[in-house]
């Protein structure tokens, strides 16, 4: 997760970086002051739809180049700070993870949950709490639409199942703390990644009944602060590093990740979708937050830039 100062050792492992000019005529601007954007997800018919640390979901018609706010927290809803986003449009819902407010004083007090809003018209469809507490950062869906959670701070994944009204824990282990983003490959195959340890991993099933083993993969790159990260097709994936500022595709064989940089002169880059042929990266701006010589400040138009896909 972003928000943690993370010290980083970027060693090149392999020489097999590329750089990747920005189609800045498709960049998104987000129309709003503070926002700190922590995730992003899309849909088929090119909506983008970001979350951001004031606690208000921000959706890019198909098409558009401006970001607007959709949903807000409200009383009613309980919305917290928006971390993980997911588009499911089988079920026609918006999930999202509410987390107490690191930054706080405003909605910095609250268990974490899952949130499920309708795609359509933005209300609220469900709320599941963590059990125990915890942090939930990103999530994914399964082939039978289970919704799958991670919460970094004890290193658990959760999994609300298909008519279930409640998170069971899927998986935890202590080499998973730290675990941020997560996603299945086309053959459902479940991956994950650890801002904290740097590391990329294959998550198996023991049965149906939860998690299995664990595969730590080797990696092209050493990775710096891995978050968000979305499936392209097959067994590649796009994946924003937020602590060096960078976004790769990376192509998983076996035990082998191999990191196709598209760039790494991003600031604080915590997730990223695809849309077509083209992947958006959001810049967070977050030091504005922990950094005092910065605190109180409004950086530039908070933004969702766009790098063209081979």
């Not at 282990?173 to 991956?191: K, P, Q």
């Not at 504005?288 to 010589?293: D, E, G, T, W």
Request: charged share 15%; hydrophobic share 40%.
């Amino acid at each position: 997760m972003k928000i943690l100062i993370i010290t980083v050792l970027a060693t090149l492992l392999c020489a097999c970086a590329t750089t990747t000019s920005r189609n800045s005529a498709l960049d998104i601007r987000i129309d709003d002051t503070q926002v700190f954007p922590e995730s992003i997800t899309s849909m088929s018919d090119g909506t983008v739809i970001t979350g951001s640390v004031k606690g208000i979901v921000y959706r890019t018609d198909p098409g558009g180049r401006i970001a607007r706010p959709w949903i807000h927290h409200s009383p009613e809803n309980g919305i917290l700070t928006i971390l993980g986003v997911l588009a499911d449009e089988r079920s026609n819902t918006l999930w999202l993870c509410s987390a107490p407010n690191f930054f706080g004083p405003e909605r910095s007090e609250g268990t974490t949950s899952v949130m499920a809003f309708d795609l359509a018209d933005g209300n609220q469809k469900g709320v599941y709490y963590f059990p125990g507490g915890g942090t939930c950062n990103d999530i994914t869906l399964g082939a039978d639409g289970s919704v799958f959670a991670t919460d970094t701070p004890n290193g658990r994944i959760l999994v609300l199942e298909p008519g279930s009204d409640a998170l069971r824990v899927f998986g935890q282990s202590s080499v998973l703390r730290g675990i941020d983003g997560i996603a299945f490959s086309e053959d459902w195959t479940l991956y994950a990644n650890n801002v904290q340890t740097q590391q990329l991993f294959r998550i198996g099933f023991n049965g149906s009944s939860g998690m299995g083993e664990l595969a730590t993969l080797n990696l092209s790159h050493a990775l710096g602060g891995p978050d968000g990260m979305r499936l392209i097709e097959g067994n590649r994936f796009i994946q924003a590093e937020g602590t060096i500022g960078r976004l790769s595709v990376v192509t998983i064989e076996g035990n082998d990740a191999v990191l196709e940089i598209i760039t790494d002169d991003l600031v604080s880059s915590p997730g990223a979708t695809v849309v077509g042929n083209t992947a958006y990266v959001i810049e967070s701006n977050i030091q504005y937050l922990f950094n005092p010589a910065l605190r109180g400040q409004e950086p530039d138009a908070f933004m969702l830039y766009a790098y063209p896909l081979d």
